[in-house]
Structure formats: structure tokens, C-alpha cells
């Protein structure tokens, strides 16, 4: 069965730097991964939709990257700023298209 | 952002009662989906839709019906609500083949059963 799993849970760095989220999956059989982020008491955004047969997807200040044979994708977040505080989950589609999905990082960006 | 409305944003209900909640939306996409989401559980696929009358079960369909007879509507009901499905429900949107392409969450709606 697929699991997806996100580290850290949470995270807190200073304005102006780098990040790189992590998301592990047990099972390199799948489609799309896709990132969003869910700001408090809100709906999902999303964020970047990576395709199975692509390497990585770039919008603005994010780049997402997928390596299906390592079962890992990465979102880095380039100068970070404090309206990038909030959670983002990753979620990707198996074999069956069903959306399965990480717990969530927490990011808190400080100022 | 993605045309999609849920209706209503917030509801207070009575155990037993039945409830209903609507997705509209104005894509046209082929796919849509009901989910929940609650503490320590994260987002739990209820039931979804790959057409007009053409519906499947999810993770966690007990307690729950859908309906769509219109490509811009997906209804869900809660047959007699309880208090275990006091939850923020979100209704998405994908198109593609299978539906793996990007999904788009509607606002969402805070149900409380008392």
C-alpha cells in the first residue's frame, strides 16, 4: 500500500532563506504528484502538478523535483518570505488514480 | 483560481438530521471529488465522480451518498448525521486522463453535528 510521508512536520526559519521540503513515498509506480499549500482555516492552493515523466516544475520562487527511483520529491522555496507561512501537503496519484496524501509540513516563516 | 463554490460555508445540524452539501463548479471537469479533513487525519477521500451518474466510493463512504446529474453539480448527503462527522468537507476539481491532472479545492464547508 502506498504511504506518503512528509519531514519535517514543522519548521520555523528566518526570512530571506532557502528551503527544502521533503516528500517520501513507499511506491515509485505512480502518476502526478502535486504540491499545495493550505493557509489556516482555508481551502487547498496548488501549488505545482509534476508529471510522471518530468523531472521537476518550476513557478516563480518554487521548484519542485521528483525522482521516482529514490521514491522522493523536494519543493524548494527560494527566499522565503513571511506570507510563504503555512502548511504545504504533497500528494500523488497510484495505480489506481487514487489521490493518496502527506501529513503536511508546517511552515512558519519568521520575520 | 479554479470556478468552484461549495455551499453552505458553515452548518450546525442535529444528530439524526440528514444534510446535504453542494459543489458547483464552472470548469467543466470531468472528475470531482469529496473529502474531509480533520486533526491527526489529514484529507480523507469520501466519494468521487468520473461523469454525469457515474460515482465510486472512497476511503471513507460509510454514512455518506452522492449524486451528480449535472456535470457542474456533486451533491453530498449525510444519510442521519453524527457527531463523528463533525469535519471541514472540501469538494476538488481535476481533468485529464483519470483525473491525475491538477486538483482544485473549492472554499469548503465547516459542518458541525451536535
Known amino acids: 500500500k502506498q504511504e506518503v510521508t512528509q519531514i519535517p512536520a514543522a519548521l520555523s526559519v528566518p526570512e530571506g532563506e532557502n528551503l527544502v521540503l521533503n516528500c517520501s513515498f513507499t511506491?515509485?509506480?505512480?502518476?502526478?504528484l502535486q504540491w499545495f499549500r493550505q493557509d489556516p482555516g482555508k481551502g487547498l492552493t496548488s501549488l505545482l502538478l509534476?508529471?510522471?515523466s518530468q523531472r521537476e516544475q518550476t513557478s516563480g520562487r518554487l521548484n519542485a523535483s521528483l525522482d521516482k527511483s529514490s521514491g522522493r520529491s523536494t519543493l524548494y522555496i527560494a527566499a522565503s518570505q513571511p506570507g510563504d507561512s503555512a502548511t504545504y501537503l504533497c500528494?500523488?496519484?497510484?495505480?489506481?488514480?487514487?489521490?493518496?496524501w502527506g501529513a503536511g509540513t508546517k511552515l512558519i516563516i519568521k520575520p | 483560481d479554479a470556478g468552484i463554490t461549495q455551499s453552505p460555508r458553515h452548518k450546525v445540524t442535529e444528530t439524526g438530521t440528514p444534510v446535504t452539501l453542494r459543489c458547483h463548479q464552472t470548469e467543466n471537469h470531468r472528475y470531482m471529488y469529496w473529502y474531509r479533513q480533520d486533526p491527526g487525519h489529514g484529507l480523507r477521500l469520501i466519494h468521487y465522480s468520473y461523469g454525469v451518474k457515474d460515482t465510486d466510493k472512497g476511503e471513507v463512504s460509510d454514512g455518506y451518498s452522492v449524486s451528480r446529474s449535472k456535470t457542474e453539480d456533486f451533491l453530498l448527503t449525510l444519510e442521519s448525521a453524527t457527531s463523528s462527522q463533525t469535519s471541514v468537507y472540501f469538494c476538488?476539481?481535476?481533468?485529464?486522463?483519470?483525473?491525475?491532472?491538477?486538483?482544485?479545492f473549492g472554499p469548503g464547508t465547516r459542518l458541525t453535528v451536535l
Open positions: 509534476i508529471q510522471s
Open positions: 511506491d515509485s509506480a505512480i502518476y502526478n
Open positions: 476538488a476539481i481535476s481533468g485529464g486522463s483519470g483525473g491525475s491532472d491538477t486538483q482544485y
Open positions: 500528494a500523488l496519484w497510484d495505480s489506481n488514480y487514487q489521490l493518496i
